[in-house]
């Protein structure tokens, strides 16, 4: 398995914090910049992860109107980032727009990633607090389809849907998958979990995996186990 695969995310609150992160995990290559510290630190954590060669998952959720999400989408261009994320109940207005952004852009190195469901939403919270009559699986890859149908390049999505979407939007929609943890570590706050062994087994593309790793005793010890158990 490639170590590419595995995207550590910056969760951490300030641009000291994340430097001394990477420090600490030299091998780690693809990192997620998430909303707490891309709002602390601005553009200050992309370049820094630039300037060290790194990959960067830039998961801001855009979700507002299709101007908004178009322009968004457009600055986010000039950071070349390599991943953005959307909600794709922005709907397909909006989806179009970011995609038509990028397509008309010359940097085609950016992929974007619609959020299917968010992996801390369980069946019951769906249909009780969020009215949606679907089963979950069954709104995730609606979700991710009409995504598809409007030029976005894949979705995030819990390992448990991650087949299906496959199935019906071919290997070429790339999945990138939260909700992963080694059998070792905690749960927290994720509803739909898998090992990263059966995430990949399932066809992810990407996993992120952020505090087995960030909050271990020693994070570069726990990175190299997960990248053993993954082979």
Known sequence: MSQDKIIVPLDVPDLQSSIE???KLPEVTFWK???ELFVATGADILKFLKDEHKRIFLDLKFHDIP?????ATKSALSHDVDLLTLHATAGREALTAAAEVVKNSENQRLKLLAISVLTSINSRQLAFDLKIPLELPEYALNNALMAQECGIDGA???PHE???I????GKDFLLVC????PAWASVGDQQRIMTPKQALQQGADYLV???????AENPAQAWHKIIEECQ
Not at 166 to 169: F, Q, W
Not at 209 to 215: A, D
Request: hydrophobic share 35%.
């Open 178 to 181: 939260p909700g992963v943890r």
């Open 67 to 71: 101007n908004t999400v178009k322009n």
């Open 162 to 164: 991650v087949q299906k």
């Open 156 to 158: 995030v999505c819990s």
């Open 21 to 23: 992160l990477v420090k």
């Open 166 to 169: 496959k199935e019906v939007c």
């Open 209 to 215: 995996i952020g505090r087995p790793i960030t909050q």
């Open 33 to 35: 910049v998430g909303l």
